[in-house]
């Protein structure tokens, strides 16, 4: 997620975008406590998962349908509806597949992923095993990683969203 964080700022430098007017559109956003909220306890999610090498499905699980629902309170602002869908592709993939996103093992190696092997034990992975919704999954290699559909477009509407949240620099004529 961090290159389309990083794209969307570059392409903002590039157009010559105000980035500091990104803070004002945060005046906007309804019940942001919500997705504040939803993002901490998934960072908890994964601190506890690593902590006990377990999975904690219905949290995850939860966590994005809430998730989902505070972005939904906010799809009037620009790219949050991409971003959304992107998050209901993903809690599709990881509820579908017993709370753990499917990672193509192929798409794994094209990536250049430099691990020695997939870490089958991952609380939060699992390699993809035949699936009519592979699709769902992370199948897409992308420097070394893997991403899903669902992070293609929570990707572009975060990038969408400071795209269109940034204004116009002005011209200094002198």
């Known amino acids: 997620m961090i290159y389309f964080i990083l794209a ?36 908890f999610i994964y601190w506890l998962s690593n902590r006990t090498g377990r999975d904690y499905p219905i949290l995850l699980e939860l966590s994005f349908a809430t998730m989902i629902l505070g972005l939904w309170m906010n799809r009037h ?61 992370d199948w897409i290699p992308f420097f070394k990683h893997v991403i899903s559909i669902g992070d293609i477009s929570v990707g572009f509407g975060f990038i969408r969203y400071l795209l269109g949240t940034t204004s116009k620099r002005e011209q200094h004529e002198g």
């Open 8 to 43: 969307g700022l570059l392409l903002c430098i590039i157009l010559k975008r105000n980035l500091l007017t990104i803070v004002d559109s945060f005046a906007a956003f309804r019940m942001p406590y919500l997705l504040i909220g939803t993002f901490a306890f998934q960072i």
């Open 77 to 137: 602002l620009p790219g949050i509806i991409f971003i959304c869908f992107g998050a209901l592709f993903n809690l599709f993939a990881i509820s579908i597949h017993g709370g753990l996103m499917p990672v193509s093992e192929k798409a794994l190696m094209m990536s250049g992923y430099n691990g020695s092997a997939f870490v089958t034990d991952d609380p939060r992975h699992q390699l993809m095993n035949t699936s009519n919704y592979w699709w769902l999954g």
